[in-house]
């Protein structure tokens, strides 16, 4: 089994209840200097935070920090809906414990108005009664605070200090020691258990994250990664390479969905820009030992487009990986979790798992945008859900791989369980992520972008799963979109894709010849503004089921309707001599405002970037442990890349470097193609396209 998958959300003013808890998180604000406060649990499956703080000797009043002897602490809330008057019993709800008994401290909170973008005087102490003991512990308190009036747009900030308390006299008594440490544990998943700390009002307060009416929350310039199949390394770290389509965008979210097998690895994500990763949910189906993540990096750096997913320290090393990252607009800028939860069914009996369901939600907004991720092990047709308050769209579906991807804008509070259905009674793995809407983050400008790329491989056995001849590959696209696969075969007869058809009658055409030199053969098929949308299935012939294939599967907004395909361009060479450098075909597009699509095949070593042309972007996956010389079912260790040539139509040489310089790439062949933009296009780069 191997999937991945994304998700997005609107957000709205809170239902009304009794009292208002404000649950402490560790991901940064969007106010510098501040961690987020908000209603919602910590993600599913994650691990508690842990803050640590030194005493001091005679001590008081000690601001909790992250680690002992580092950055002060302070939590703030999202924006308030509607004013309120903070004047009822205020109750603290802290997990923490002290490394010795001769510490004597114990846990303060401190309640703050944040108004006009600044912080006021504290309205509330609140003092645990007890001193901390040496395990972690609940040490609640209530408090009276000043009565204070908040407006529409204020916030509520929240800060923690170490005390000095005395087992016998109580606290505030006694005399702190010193040279020991206080930890306090919180962001926890799970409610009235370790790391459930949170701060709780008296009033119904409410909170409007999008300060204003925001558009729908929308997953664009994403890519769906093929299986990695059986790479495993026990208890070495593996390290995936994955990229957007595009860099990217002002306040906008990067999300990621992964999946992998028969391992124990700590899962993290990091990426070129140095965003936080917040996890959402990490979800292990115990009857399979598979294992599905969510993270997201909410108001992430401008430009980021390079992402690496960690699975590190495994007890069988990490297989059948397998990923969807994505760009998000319209969502939250932080606090963006609204709830997250997994599914895997005990038993298939009696058609039991031709539903497929992730776990049911309760979220605390409307217009979140949902996102639910599904991994199974067989070649089966899935079909998008059908529910009150939500349109789920198909977004990524893998056949080959079983990894599938549905999204939707939820316009409800009510409890809901993501659901598709499955064409074969098969036994999966699902999640499901909420994430909350804002009027935030950035369009693409008008012109031709890659909205999407779906990596689909088609490996024969022994090397892989196997497949059909003809075999059926699904293309959740947009209506309008111009389509485009990049096929590279390895099979000296040259047996390779000999046609596609669909179920929405388009009419596919190669993009040129192709070109085959054996091993080797590589071309381009497209279909301009395509008849498309969840539902899009392609036959794919390739006249026998073994050749090891790959299909790069790219979506392109903003391209002509008709006559699309422009100039094309090919070489093969037979590298015998140590070079990390091979140059493609020198390419002259027809027109400005092209995109340039190009790939390149060898027998040994492995693509890691393009050096040219300039700003030319890198499609391929790699990672840490992937046999040099393959071929593996992750891209193949092939090259694969795209360019927006704006006003040049100058010719560009295409430069691919490869991991070692050591390991002669011997037959090698690349091939070019240009897709053009409408004939009275004026910009370059991006078109923005709402699909939910």
């Not at 990763?277 to 599905?292: E, F, G, P």
């Not at 037959?667 to 053009?676: A, D, L, N, Q």
Request: hydrophobic share 35%.
């Amino acid at each position: 089994m191997r999937r991945l998958a994304l998700i997005l959300v609107l957000l709205c003013a809170l239902p009304a209840m009794a009292a208002t808890k404000l649950r402490l998180h560790d991901q940064p604000s969007s106010i510098a200097g501040y961690k987020t406060m908000d209603l919602a649990l910590g993600g599913v499956g994650k691990d508690v935070s842990t803050a640590v703080t030194n005493t001091a000797a005679s001590g008081t009043n000690i601001q909790v920090t992250k680690t002992a002897g580092g950055t002060a602490l302070a939590w703030i809330s999202e924006p308030l809906h509607a004013g309120f008057t903070l004047s009822g019993t205020v109750t603290g709800n802290p997990y923490g414990k002290e490394s010795a008994t001769g510490a004597n401290a114990s846990l303060r909170w401190r309640l703050y108005q944040y108004t006009g973008g600044a912080e006021g005087a504290a309205i509330a102490v609140c003092q645990a009664t007890a001193e901390l003991t040496t395990s972690i512990t609940l040490k609640g308190c209530t408090a009276t605070p000043t009565s204070t009036v908040f407006a529409a747009g204020d916030r509520i900030v929240a800060k923690l200090f170490l005390e000095n308390c005395n087992a016998t006299s109580g606290c505030p008594a006694g005399t702190m020691g010193g040279s020991q440490t206080v930890t306090v544990d919180y962001d926890g998943p799970t409610d009235a258990a370790d790391g459930s700390t949170w701060i709780q009002l008296n009033e119904t307060v409410t909170f409007d994250p999008n300060g204003t009416a925001g558009g729908t929350p929308t997953l664009f310039n994403y890519s769906a990664y093929s299986n990695s199949l059986g790479n495993a390394e026990a208890g070495t770290t593996n390290v995936f390479h994955l990229t957007l389509p595009n860099p990217s965008l002002s306040g906008n979210a990067i999300l990621v969905f992964a999946q992998a097998s028969n391992d124990s690895s700590v899962a993290s994500v990091t990426d070129e820009s140095g965003n936080v990763y917040q996890s959402l949910i990490a979800y292990l189906d115990v009857t399979n030992d598979q294992r599905l993540w969510a993270f997201v990096a909410p108001n992430a750096i401008t430009g980021t487009r390079k992402i690496d997913f960690t699975l590190a320290n495994g007890s069988t090393g990490a297989t059948y990986f397998s990923a969807v990252v994505g760009e998000l607009r319209n969502v939250a800028l932080s606090s963006i979790y609204d709830g997250a939860a997994g599914n895997a069914p005990s038993s298939c009996a009696a058609n039991a798992c031709l539903t497929v369901t992730s776990g049911s939600v309760t979220p605390l907004y409307s217009g979140d945008l949902v996102c639910q991720y599904v991994v199974q092990s067989t070649n089966s047709a899935f079909t998008a859900g059908s529910q009150s308050n939500i349109t789920w769209v198909k977004k990524s579906a893998d056949r080959q791989d079983g990894q599938i991807l549905q999204c939707g804008v939820y316009s409800s509070t009510s409890a809901l369980n993501p659901t598709m259905t499955q064409g074969t009674n098969q036994h999966y793995a699902a999640i499901g992520v909420f994430l909350k809407s804002s009027a935030a983050g950035t369009a693409p400008a008008a012109g031709i972008r890659v909205n999407s790329i779906q990596h689909v491989s088609l490996f024969s056995t022994p090397n892989g799963p196997g497949y059909s001849d003809p075999t059926t590959v699904d293309f959740p696209a947009i209506n309008g979109e111009l389509l485009a696969i990049a096929v590279a075969c390895g099979k000296v007869d040259g047996v390779c894709v000999t046609g596609i058809t669909d179920n929405k009658s388009n009419t596919w055409t190669k993009c040129g010849a192709g070109l085959h030199a054996n091993p080797h053969t590589v071309h381009y098929y497209h279909v301009p503004n395509a008849t498309a949308d969840g539902t899009l299935s392609l036959t794919v012939t390739q006249g026998a089921a073994t050749s090891d294939s790959t299909l790069m599967m790219y979506a392109i907004d903003g391209a002509a309707t008709s006559s699309a395909c422009g100039a094309t361009a090919s070489t093969n060479a037979n590298q015998t001599g140590n070079t990390q450098t091979l140059n493609g075909p020198s390419f002259t597009p027809q027109a400005a405002n092209s995109v340039i699509l190009s790939q390149i095949q060898q027998e040994f070593n492995t693509e890691n970037s393009i050096t040219s042309p300039s700003g030319a972007i890198f499609d391929s996956g790699t990672y840490s442990l992937e046999a040099l010389d393959g071929p593996l079912n992750f891209d193949q260790n092939g090259g694969w890349a795209h360019f927006y040539n704006g006003a040049n139509t100058s010719a560009e040489p295409w430069t691919w470097h490869f991991v070692s310089a050591t390991d002669p790439q011997q037959e090698w062949i690349s091939y070019t193609v240009e897709f053009k933009a409408p004939a009275a296009a004026g910009g370059r780069k991006r078109v923005f396209v709402t699909s939910e």
